[in-house]
């Protein structure tokens, strides 16, 4: 072993990844180092505007004063126990997010994936109960749930489930936004549909919101068919759409929410929020997890949820977004290959006529991090804290990069 503190180049720092790092990741030719704000420095000490969050992780930015606080403040105390024990840690964070979301109660995890997976058999486990001897959860083409063989299960994208044999049974894909698809689902499987599962807002698949009109007669089926409504909010939630959860911008609530990414600030968490009448469907010995909610992670996430309450970080989000949307409709009218712009809060998708990678590589070149996803569409995702003056540096950023790329 080497000293962890000794200075190495990029060129290190590739090797080493390329030598002992399963080669599952298309990375980019840049290693970052630390960051302040909306501001990303790599080992070169090259400055970066972060549009990209680590894929909506980080909305409060990097280095918040008080997560850090929170992060030395708890680690001077306890790391971990067990859920074998009472967490006040775990028992804060669960009062907060059902005080702020809907009355029930949560399961610690510690990832979105693993919170996915607690929902799969939580639906599994109520359909037993209800006494459904098929029960098939129906999921949204092109969504994302996560890598695991469950997660895999509910992902509606053959990218994701190609190559690993076959996956679980009891899945039926509809096409996002089409109530007619939608319904002929429901009435297809008569009784036995446990849960429908999707996502506020697509964001894999390149930033595509769900309707409200579709989101409502998903409610209004599986209340009709007695099955439960997830809300996969991994990505939309912690004020990442301008509300504090995706679900708040429609006129009802789901029977349970998934959540990870920003909770943390960065830090390994994720929960399962339940609906009070549904808290019964897993008692002691149906689920569990070692690390899911220890001290330290809970006392990050309830920090997080504190700052996102405590300030007026809502409010900044539908400010930037405005500007963002704004500045992309002039983009759209100058630059042929912009295809679309969609989103919501500061969750945006450009959709472009080229392939999206080469221009978030030059936006790299450029000093600004944004995402490439669904072979042509860029997201952008910064964080919620950022101020105008970091947009419009960042967007000039983005408009001088698309241009040349148009020329």
């Keep these: 072993m080497t000293d962890h503190e000794e200075k190495r180049t990029l060129k290190?720092?590739?090797?080493?990844?390329?030598?002992?790092?399963?080669?599952?990741?298309?990375r980019h030719n840049v290693a970052f180092k630390y960051g302040s704000g909306e501001y990303l420095y790599d080992i070169d000490d090259n400055k970066y505007i972060d549009f990209m969050c680590g894929i909506s992780v980080t909305n409060l930015g990097h280095s918040d004063p008080d997560i850090i606080e929170t992060v030395r403040s708890q680690a001077d105390k306890l790391f971990h126990s067990s859920n074998l024990f009472y967490s006040?840690?775990?028992?804060?964070?669960?009062e907060a997010?059902?005080?702020?979301?809907?009355?029930?109660?949560?399961f610690l995890s510690n990832s979105g994936t693993e919170a996915n997976e607690a929902a799969f058999k939580f639906a599994r486990k109520y359909a037993t109960m209800k006494n459904k001897d098929k029960p098939v959860i129906i999921a949204l083409k092109n969504s994302f749930h996560g890598r695991s063989v469950a997660g895999m299960s509910m992902t509606g994208q053959s990218k994701i489930r190609a190559g690993f044999g076959e996956l679980l049974s009891g899945i039926d894909f509809v096409e996002p936004n089409n109530e007619e698809d939608l319904?002929?689902?429901?009435?297809?499987?008569?009784n036995n549909v446990a849960a429908m599962i999707m996502e506020p807002v697509q964001g894999e698949?390149?930033?595509?919101?769900?309707?409200?009109?579709?989101?409502?007669?998903?409610?209004?089926?599986?209340?009709?068919?007695?099955?439960l409504l997830i809300f996969d909010e991994i990505q939309t939630g912690m004020g990442r759409t301008g509300k504090l959860f995706g679900f708040q911008h429609y006129d009802f609530t789901p029977d349970v929410m998934t959540l990870a990414k920003a909770l943390g600030s960065g830090f390994p968490i994720g929960a399962m929020v339940v609906a009070e009448q549904f808290t019964d469907v897993f008692t002691r010995g149906t689920h569990g997890s070692t690390f899911g909610g220890n001290h330290l992670a809970a006392a990050i996430a309830y920090e997080t949820l504190r700052i996102m309450i405590s300030r007026d970080i809502l409010k900044n989000v539908n400010h930037m977004s405005g500007m963002i949307f704004d500045k992309l409709k002039d983009m759209k009218a100058k630059y042929p290959i912009i295809r679309e712009i969609r989103g919501v809060g500061l969750h945006i998708g450009v959709e472009f006529e080229i392939p999206a990678r080469p221009i978030s590589e030059k936006c790299l070149e450029n000093g600004l991090v944004v995402n490439a996803t669904n072979e042509n569409v860029i997201r952008i995702m910064p964080p919620?804290?950022?101020?105008?003056?970091?947009?419009e540096e960042g967007m000039d950023i983005f408009e001088k990069t698309v241009k040349s790329f148009n020329e």
């Design 97 to 106: 997010l059902v005080q702020y979301s809907f009355p029930g109660k949560v």
């Design 183 to 190: 319904v002929h689902a429901f009435d297809n499987h008569e």
């Design 12 to 26: 290190e720092i590739q090797d080493l990844s390329e030598r002992f790092l399963l080669n599952t990741y298309a």
């Design 205 to 227: 698949i390149g930033i595509v919101p769900i309707k409200s009109g579709f989101a409502s007669l998903a409610r209004k089926l599986t209340l009709e068919n007695d099955a």
């Design 384 to 391: 919620l804290t950022i101020t105008a003056a970091s947009v």
């Design 88 to 94: 006040e840690e775990a028992a804060l964070l669960s």
